[in-house]
């Protein structure tokens, strides 16, 4: 089993940054690709970005592009989101996921992950 706690979420202002993080508990963590979601109210929840095992690919929701940044640290079982030029469409839960079945894919679909988060919020204000 494998337990994820996102950390780093709070409100700020339309173009701030924000860093979140994702702890991942067990020793298989390098050998998982890991995503990033959110989920607005009302909406579903939705791809931001992925990243494979070694961290070489990553991929990016468009409307995230250019903004965000996905990165990992297998020594410390530790998955980032750093966002940046914050707008108010931002506002949303953010849930750390892993795949822990296709190490080097980068799923995009909340199916094709196998462990989730509790989610951090993360709100923007105009």
């Known amino acids: 089993q494998v337990q994820l706690v996102e950390s780093g979420g709070g409100l700020v202002q339309a173009g701030d940054s924000l860093r979140l993080s994702c702890a991942a508990s067990g020793r298989a963590f390098s050998s998982y690709a890991m995503g990033w979601f959110r989920q607005a109210p009302g909406k579903e929840r939705d791809i931001v970005a992925a990243?494979?095992?070694?961290?070489?690919?990553?991929y990016y929701a468009d409307s995230v592009k250019g903004r965000f940044t996905i990165s990992r640290d297998n020594a410390k079982n530790m998955v980032y989101l750093q966002m940046n030029s914050l707008k108010p469409d931002d506002t949303a839960i953010y849930y750390c996921?892993?795949?822990?079945?296709?190490?080097?894919?980068?799923?995009?679909?909340?199916?094709?992950?196998?462990?989730w988060g509790q989610g951090t919020q993360v709100t923007v204000s105009s």
């Open positions: 996921a892993a795949d822990a079945r296709r190490g080097w894919y980068l799923a995009v679909s909340r199916r094709e992950y196998d462990y």
């Open positions: 990243i494979n095992w070694t961290g070489s690919n990553t």
